[in-house]
């Protein structure tokens, strides 16, 4: 009796931990929008008006200056977060992440301004 008691912990322990593990690396939140050098890699990107878009610069990625706008040109869109919606862009470094609410439906195109084609689009619901 002792004896199993003694093993079982630890099993259970593993048999806990084991789905955790395999949940890390398999999926991201859909409101997740990742970096690399020059891209960002998902190509658009869906939420409800409230909801943010989680941006994640991570270790592989670089240096981004972001906004809302088109080709390497911020353009001021009405209801866009007013942290992307002005001309100077919004910096990302190695390690950066952010949530960027957005309160209002529609459809914007966040591009980077460093990196011609550097763009995802993100659709507000209402
Ligand atoms: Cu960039």
Do not use: W
Request: charged share 10%; hydrophobic share 40%; with cysteine.
């Amino acid at each position: 009796m002792r004896i199993s008691k003694r093993l079982l912990a630890p099993t259970c322990f593993a048999l806990l931990l084991a789905p955790l593990l395999v949940g890390c690396g398999a999926s991201k939140p859909s409101n997740e929008v990742d970096m690399g050098v020059a891209a960002f890699q998902q190509t658009s990107v869906t939420i409800k008006a409230g909801q943010a878009v989680h941006f994640v610069d991570p270790a592989s990625g670089g240096t981004h200056l972001i906004c809302v706008g088109q080709g390497v040109r911020c353009i001021p869109q009405t209801g866009a977060p007013a942290e992307l919606n002005n001309p100077q862009g919004m910096t990302f470094n190695t390690g950066d992440t952010r949530d960027i609410v957005f309160s209002t439906p529609g459809t914007y195109t966040v591009v980077c301004i460093i990196h011609p084609g550097m763009q995802v689009v993100v659709t507000v619901t209402a």
